[in-house]
């Protein structure tokens, strides 16, 4: 990457990570980064999302959830 | 495709690593022991959903994250949002993020679930697995998750459309997921009720309204007398806002109905020559203007067939038309229409001038609109009236049937063409002709008409050519239109100008003006000395006759013979044919004196400078001349008899002393009274010829040589008679004086006749008293003289010495007393006519008080008493 690119990219990263901050995403800027690439990819951000929203709740509450959803097809 | 997965895939197992090590910080660092699992569960959360529910669009995404953030009261973050997003949006090129909506998006969703978290540890029970229906979380948190506690599919309704609504209010749009389809529904439900509103549908009430607007009633809008305007009937059912429409769009039906009726009035009122071209004129303007209204009109209801979209019906089929429309259209109309109804109401009285002039009147308006329409009125309207007065001023022509123009002809006699003929019609006069305009242009067209008849001249054509291209346009018609007053004054001063000079040249060149009216003071004003004189001895002896014996034909012979005989036989024939003597009625015990004349015929043109009038006031100056030129007559005459002659003289010495002191003083006494008569007489005498008539003559020569047209020339000779009238005492407010003056007139005669028969008295005397003393061949001489002249045969040659010396004093005697007599009366009168002098108001009368009077010797001899 050229460094005017690199520069651009950084420089976004930034912007979203304040932007998340500002809405208290709780996001810290290496996750940012990694759900900003996957996004670019073309995944649904509805799903990201939620992804973001299962595997940050308790380790207690998510096991039985696994268990459930499991059994869901 | 394949690099791209598993791409996809680390990133993912970075993602759940880094998560879960987040979210149990107190785990070590080795991958916890469900990684696994979670990264199984989230591929297959991430395969499930491939495709957004919603519209991507980053800036309707940032305007809802924004107003979320403005709804829970953080209105600076919402700015700091703002500012953010902004250049988070400009970042563009490479190695920026291509997919903005997408991480907006994200971080939205995350926000917000975790704010839901927060809010609501106890109700994980909401938050499982039910996200098919969860599209779009909506704005009220608090409200959603204190209301919904049950999991029943009920819940997924409500928030379903809760969420429906809510997407709505956020100003994202949701394309489906609308089952109930509440849009449509809330429109159609106001379709019908407009339908149950509206017995009429709009369609026929516009098409109504256009009928209306030609004055034609339609199925529902009529016309009604009470209301004087086009209304919809009371029994049919509209809305009051539809009717207060239709009533105000009909009110352009009102005025063109105005308008129209006036049109058709007018057109059928034309051969009873109520109408004039004028109001022709101005109805063929109104029908121009209403068929630009027709053209619009039939635009309208070709438009009008299209059926007016509902509300259901998106878009726009063709140009239909509304009664909204239908008002946005007519406002301009409706404005020309006012006016012409307004014009129209003004002029339903007024015929030509008087019209323009209301027109014009209306046009001094500030809007350029009303002023444009108006001018173009105007153009049509006055273009008769123009096409009149150029025709006037270049042709004396006044073709004027409907008397429209503002000048009047009077079939008059030919000498008063010029003064009666034709005179100005002010109420006909428009206003934007001035006052000194009109009177120019009527005197330019009297002058030719003038010309034409009276001095039967051909010249003035010319003239007229000469005008009419220095004043750049042609004598044909048209040229001259409303708005171009100037052009019109310009050439009417043109006219004007060389009709007046030719006027005037004609006047003093061919028909001699200045010399008949020097010859006209010569004899009439008895400025030609020696000819009166030798009138006044001709003519003299005739006129003491009684006034009913006298032949003019004798006057008539004995005039010519003086004019003979005096330096006025080298005056021009002309001249000379035209004098005179003339007659006046007399009555009974009139004597020749009193009625004897002369008289100047002046024809035509010059009588309308020397109309019955003017020569009335002439001949009374004549008279009054004439009498003063008798009297001053009588005395030269007498003091041809007093002059001292060897025969009075030698009187003296025969006489007694007795007797020759009164003759001698009754003598002295007659020279006396004479020589003050005779300084009155010549004072006045000299006055009237120079103070009066001389000034007033040179003054009107001056005049009359820079006198631009024939009313100035009129003015002039009035003026110079006037102030000749004035000054001789003719005028009104000397009247007491005059009758002064004529009194001490008589007085002189008196004294004339007095005189005559002293000296005749004296002559007798002495012929008898040499008779009594000379030698005998005289005493024959005179003895045959005596014989011959038997004045009283008897009693003076049979009686002595004595009785002559008695009679001679008896005779003096009462011819001194008569003299006395005469004397007293004279002082008196001469003292009261000095006396009432100063009061006089004419100045110059102060100066014959100063030559009567340069003594003072009159005012001393009896001071006023103040």
Redesign the interface.
């Known amino acids: 990457?050229?460094p005017?690119?690199?520069?651009?990219?950084r420089?976004?990263l930034d912007?979203?990570f304040?932007?998340?901050n500002?809405?208290?995403?709780?996001?810290?800027r290496?996750?940012l980064s990694?759900?900003?690439?996957?996004?670019?990819?073309?995944?649904?951000?509805?799903?990201?999302?939620?992804?973001?929203?299962?595997?940050?709740?308790?380790?207690s509450?998510?096991?039985p959830k696994?268990e459930?959803?499991s059994s869901?097809p | 495709m394949e690099g791209?997965d598993h791409?996809?895939t680390d990133?993912?197992k970075?993602?759940?690593l880094?998560?879960?090590s987040?979210?149990?910080p107190t785990q070590n660092t080795n991958p916890?022991p469900?990684f696994q699992?979670?990264l199984r569960?989230?591929l297959?959360?991430?395969s499930?959903?491939?495709?957004?529910?919603i519209a991507a669009d980053s800036a309707a995404m940032a305007e809802s994250?924004k107003r979320h953030?403005a709804t829970q009261g953080k209105s600076s973050?919402a700015l700091?949002?703002a500012d953010?997003?902004s250049?988070?949006a400009s970042?563009t090129?490479?190695?920026?993020?291509?997919?903005k909506w997408?991480?907006?998006?994200?971080?939205?969703?995350?926000?917000e679930?975790?704010?839901n978290?927060k809010n609501n540890q106890s109700d994980?029970r909401v938050?499982s697995?039910f996200?098919t229906s969860s599209t779009t979380p909506g704005g009220l948190p608090a409200l959603f998750d204190a209301k919904s506690n049950d999991v029943s599919s009920n819940s997924r309704v409500l928030r379903s459309r809760e969420s429906v609504e809510k997407g709505w209010s956020n100003g994202v749009l949701s394309v489906s997921k609308d089952p109930k389809n509440i849009r449509e529904l809330a429109f159609k439900k106001f379709v019908d009720l407009l339908k149950e509103e509206n017995e009429v549908s709009e369609e026929v009430l516009v098409r109504d309204v256009l009928y209306a607007c030609q004055g034609i009633d339609g199925k529902y809008v009529k016309f009604d007398k009470n209301v004087d305007g086009y209304v919809l009937n009371d029994s049919i059912k509209v809305p009051r806002a539809t009717r207060i429409m239709v009533r105000k769009l009909c009110e352009l039906g009102l005025l063109f109905r105005k308008v129209k009726g006036y049109i058709s009035e007018s057109m059928d009122r034309f051969p009873a020559e109520d109408v004039g071209t004028v109001g022709q004129a101005f109805c063929a303007a109104l029908q121009d203007e209403l068929s630009e209204y027709y053209k619009l009109l039939a635009v309208l209801e070709s438009q009008s067939v299209n059926p007016i979209p509902s509300f259901s019906e998106s878009g726009s089929s063709g140009n239909y038309l509304s009664l909204r429309r239908l008002s946005v259209w007519f406002a301009e109309p409706m404005v020309k229409m006012r006016l012409m109804a307004v014009l129209v109401d003004k002029c339903r009285v007024l015929r030509g001038g008087a019209m323009a002039g209301a027109i014009h009147l209306h046009a001094q308006h500030g809007d350029p609109l009303v002023h444009e329409f108006m001018k173009r009125l105007l153009r049509r309207v006055c273009s008769p009236l123009f096409e009149m007065v150029r025709s006037w001023v270049l042709e004396g022509e006044l073709e004027d049937i409907f008397a429209e123009f503002f000048i009047l002809a009077q079939p008059v006699k030919v000498e008063s063409l010029w003064r009666e003929g034709y005179r100005l019609h002010a109420g006909m006069l428009p206003s934007f002709i001035s006052q000194s305009l009109a009177q120019r242009i009527l005197r330019t067209g009297k002058s030719i008409n003038f010309l034409r008849v009276c001095c039967e001249d051909r010249g003035w054509a010319d003239a007229a050519m000469e005008a009419a291209a220095a004043a750049g346009m042609t004598t044909g018609r048209g040229g001259l239109g409303y708005g171009e007053t100037d052009a019109l004054e310009t050439l009417v001063m043109e006219a004007a100008k060389r009709i007046d000079k030719h006027l005037l040249d004609v006047m003093y060149k061919q028909y001699k003006f200045k010399e008949h009216c020097l010859a006209i003071k010569r004899y009439l004003l008895l400025g030609q000395g020696d000819f009166v004189q030798y009138l006044m001895d001709i003519v003299g002896p005739e006129l003491s006759e009684p006034a009913n014996t006298i032949s003019s034909f004798k006057l008539a012979g004995l005039l010519e013979s003086a004019v003979r005989s005096s330096n006025a036989q080298y005056d021009d024939r002309d001249v000379l044919d035209r004098l005179r003597v003339k007659m006046m009625p007399h009555g009974t015990g009139d004597r020749g004196w009193d009625v004897f004349s002369l008289d100047y015929d002046a024809r035509v043109p010059l009588d309308t400078v020397f109309t019955e009038s003017v020569m009335a006031r002439y001949l009374r100056i004549f008279n009054f001349l004439w009498k003063l030129r008798r009297v001053e007559h009588a005395l030269i005459g007498a003091w041809k008899a007093m002059k001292p002659n060897c025969i009075a003289s030698l009187s003296f010495t025969k006489l007694q002393g007795a007797v020759k002191l009164q003759l001698l003083s009754t003598l002295r006494r007659c020279q006396v009274l004479w020589d003050e008569m005779n300084h009155f007489v010549s004072n006045l005498q000299y006055y009237i010829m120079f103070e009066v008539l001389e000034v007033s003559w040179s003054d009107f020569s001056n005049e009359m040589d820079v006198a631009k047209d024939l009313d100035d020339l009129l003015a002039a000779h009035q003026k110079y008679l006037h102030s000749i009238v004035e000054k001789s005492l003719l005028g009104e407010r000397s009247q007491p004086l005059y009758k002064t003056l004529f009194v001490l007139f008589d007085l002189i005669l008196r004294f004339r006749s007095h005189a005559d028969r002293l000296c005749e008295g004296i002559y007798e005397l002495q012929a008898r008293t040499v008779g009594s003393s000379l030698p005998s061949q005289d005493k024959t001489k005179l003895g045959r003289h005596l014989n011959e002249k038997p004045s009283e045969p008897g009693s003076w040659v049979s009686d002595g010495r004595k009785a002559l010396t008695q009679r001679a004093s008896e005779f003096l005697r009462n011819m001194g007393q008569d003299l006395d007599a005469i004397s007293k009366e004279y002082s008196s009168v001469l003292e009261g006519f000095i006396s009432q002098l100063p009061v006089q108001q004419h100045i110059d009368l102060k100066f014959l008080l100063f030559r009567l009077d340069f003594t003072e010797f009159y005012s001393r001899l009896h001071p006023v008493v103040s």
């Open positions: 990457m050229d005017e690119a690199a520069r651009t990219a420089e976004s912007l979203a304040h932007m998340s500002v809405l208290d995403a709780g996001l810290d290496h996750t990694v759900l900003i690439a996957l996004c670019d990819l073309g995944l649904n951000p509805e799903a990201l999302a939620a992804v973001v929203k299962e595997l940050r709740r308790e380790p509450s998510s096991s696994l459930t959803l869901v | 791209v791409k996809v990133l993912v970075e993602l759940v880094r998560l879960q987040n979210s149990e916890p469900d699992k979670s569960y989230a297959r959360i991430l499930s959903r491939m495709s957004p529910s994250i953030l973050e700091t949002f953010l997003y250049k988070f970042k090129g490479p190695g920026s993020i291509n997919n997408a991480v907006l998006y994200l971080l939205k969703v995350i926000s679930d975790r704010r978290l994980s938050s697995g996200f």
